[in-house]
C-alpha cells in the first residue's frame, strides 16, 4: 500500500552512502509529513493494512535509532560541542535537544552497544530486532566488566543473543542476557551482587503525614521481597479500589503484623515484641464514646463527659481511634494496677525471668531504655534485675525491674553497675528517674534535674 511504501522508502534512502546531510533532512521531513497525515485515516484502513503500518514504523524506528546513534557518537568524538560550555556532551545534547540528560545517556548507551556488538546493531538497524531489546540489552552490556564485553562481542555469542531476541520480548531478553553474563564470568556476577549488598539502606522517617520508607536492596532480596508482598497481597476482588502502590504498603504492613506475631520472634527480652497500646480505666470506659466518634463523626453531650487521656504507644505518641478499635477486636489485654502515684503495682509472680504482663508493666512506666539520654525505644528493650537476680538475689517484680537496651543492659553487667531508682517528680520527659553507679559509688550516669530543659 502506498503508506507502507512510504515509510519504507525514506528509511533505504537513509541507509544509502553518499548522500548529503541536507538530503538526509529532507528525506526525513517528508517522512514524517507523509505519514502524519496518512496516521490520520488509520481507523479507515483494514486491520491487515494497520498491522502492515505497525510493522513498518517499528523497523522504521529502529533504522532511524541506529542512524541517530551513529551521529551523536560521531559528534561526541569530534568535540565540536566542547565551545558550548556545557561540562559534558550528554549535558549538551541534554540542554539541545531538550530531552534532558538521563535520556541521552540512554541514546549514547544503545548507541555504543550497537558498535560493540555490531551483528546486533545491524539487526536494530534492519528491523529484526526492536529498539526496547537494544535498551535491555545496552543495560546488561554497560554493567557487565570490559572482558565479559569483550566475550560478548564474539560470533557465536552475538547469534546466541540474536536466536533468542527473535522468540522473546524485551524483559525475557534482558534475563537471558544476564544468564549469558554471569555464565562468562561468574565471579564478576557475585562481586557485582556482593557490590549490591554493600550498598543497601533502609530508611524509615516518621513525619507528621505518616512514616516514609525509602531504601534499597539488591536483586535477589528485591525478589523476595516481592513475592513476600504478592504472597500476602491476593488478587483484589471488585470492590477493592486500592492503586497497587496501595496494596503494597497494605502488603508490607501485614507482613510486620505476622513476624511479630510468630512464637519464635524474639527481641531478646522474655516476650515477643508486639505493639502496646497504653490506656487507662476512665478511656476504657469511654470506649462507646470513641466508636460514636468513628461511626458518625459527631459525639453527644454524654459521651463527651467520658473522653478522657487517648489511648497511646509506649513512647506516647497517640493512637487514631480506627486503630485501637480495630485491634480491640483481636488482641491481648492485660491489666496493670497502678497506685495514686501511677506507679504499677507488683503482680507477684516468683521466677527469674520476666513474664509478658510484667514487661509490659515495666514498659508502661519506663516507656524506653532508662539510661540517662539514651532514646533506645522499648519495643527492643529488656528488663533488668535492679537488685540483680545471681549477684544480689533480687525478686522477679516490677518494682525490681528496668528497661535497658541491649547495649546499655551489657554495659551494666560488663562495668557490675548499680542502679538506684530516684524518688520524686518525674525527670521532664515525665518518666522515672535513675543513677547508675560503679562498684566505688561513684556516679556513671545521672538523671537530669526535673527543671533542666
Request: aromatic content about 4%.
Amino acid at each position: 500500500m502506498a503508506v507502507l511504501a512510504a515509510v519504507e522508502a525514506p528509511v533505504g534512502a537513509i541507509a544509502a552512502d553518499g548522500v548529503a546531510a541536507e538530503d538526509l533532512v529532507a528525506d526525513v521531513a517528508t517522512l514524517v509529513s507523509r505519514v502524519r497525515a496518512a496516521g490520520r485515516d488509520a481507523a479507515d484502513w483494514s486491520p491487515m493494512q494497520r498491522r502492515s503500518v505497525l510493522a513498518a514504523l517499528d523497523a522504521a524506528m529502529g533504522a532511524l535509532t541506529a542512524v541517530r546513534g551513529d551521529v551523536l557518537v560521531a559528534e561526541r568524538e569530534a568535540g565540536t560541542w566542547r565551545g558550548s560550555g556545557d561540562p559534558t556532551f550528554e549535558a549538551w545534547r541534554g540542554r539541545t535537544s531538550r530531552a534532558g540528560t538521563r535520556a541521552v545517556l540512554t541514546q549514547v548507551r544503545q548507541a555504543e552497544t550497537a558498535t560493540q556488538l555490531p551483528r546486533l546493531g545491524a539487526a536494530v538497524r534492519d528491523g529484526v530486532l526492536p529498539v526496547e531489546h537494544m535498551e535491555t540489552l545496552s543495560r546488561v552490556v554497560a554493567a557487565a566488566p570490559a572482558p565479559v564485553r569483550a566475550a560478548l562481542a564474539q560470533e557465536d555469542h552475538q547469534a546466541e543473543l540474536l536466536t533468542v531476541a527473535r522468540r522473546v520480548d524485551a524483559g525475557a531478553f534482558g534475563r537471558a542476557a544476564a544468564r549469558l553474563v554471569s555464565r562468562l564470568d561468574p565471579r564478576a556476577h557475585e562481586r557485582g551482587h556482593q557490590a549490591q549488598r554493600a550498598a543497601r539502606y533502609l530508611h524509615l522517617a516518621d513525619a507528621s503525614d505518616g512514616t516514609r520508607i525509602s531504601g534499597l536492596v539488591d536483586r535477589m532480596a528485591g525478589h523476595r521481597l516481592r513475592l513476600a508482598l504478592e504472597a500476602v497481597s491476593p488478587r483484589p476482588g471488585q470492590d477493592d479500589e486500592r492503586t497497587s502502590e496501595q496494596r503494597r504498603a497494605d502488603a508490607l504492613d501485614v507482613l510486620a503484623e505476622k513476624v511479630l506475631a510468630m512464637p519464635q520472634t524474639g527481641s531478646g527480652a522474655s516476650v515477643r515484641p508486639h505493639i502496646s497500646f497504653l490506656m487507662d480505666a476512665e478511656t476504657w470506659a469511654g470506649l462507646r464514646a470513641l466508636r460514636e466518634i468513628e461511626t458518625t463523626g459527631a459525639v453527644s453531650e454524654d459521651a463527651a463527659a467520658s473522653l478522657v487521656a487517648p489511648v497511646t504507644l509506649e513512647d506516647g505518641t497517640p493512637v487514631p481511634l480506627s486503630e485501637v478499635a480495630r485491634a480491640l477486636c483481636d488482641c491481648e489485654l492485660t491489666r496493670i494496677v497502678m497506685d495514686a502515684d501511677g506507679v504499677p503495682l507488683d503482680i507477684g509472680r516468683g521466677r527469674r525471668t520476666y513474664t509478658g504482663a510484667q514487661r509490659r508493666a515495666v514498659i508502661a512506666r519506663d516507656r524506653g531504655c532508662v539510661w540517662t539520654d539514651c532514646a533506645a525505644e522499648a519495643r527492643w528493650a529488656e528488663v533488668h534485675h535492679i537488685r540483680w537476680w545471681d549477684r544480689d538475689d533480687g525478686p522477679t517484680s516490677i518494682e525490681n525491674g528496668a528497661l535497658l537496651c541491649t547495649f546499655h543492659h551489657h554495659e551494666v553487667h560488663r562495668r557490675d553497675l548499680d542502679i538506684t531508682r530516684e524518688q520524686g517528680p518525674p525527670g521532664p520527659d515525665g518518666r522515672p528517674r535513675y543513677t547508675f553507679r560503679d562498684p566505688r559509688g561513684r556516679p556513671v550516669a545521672t538523671p537530669r534535674a526535673v527543671d533542666d530543659p
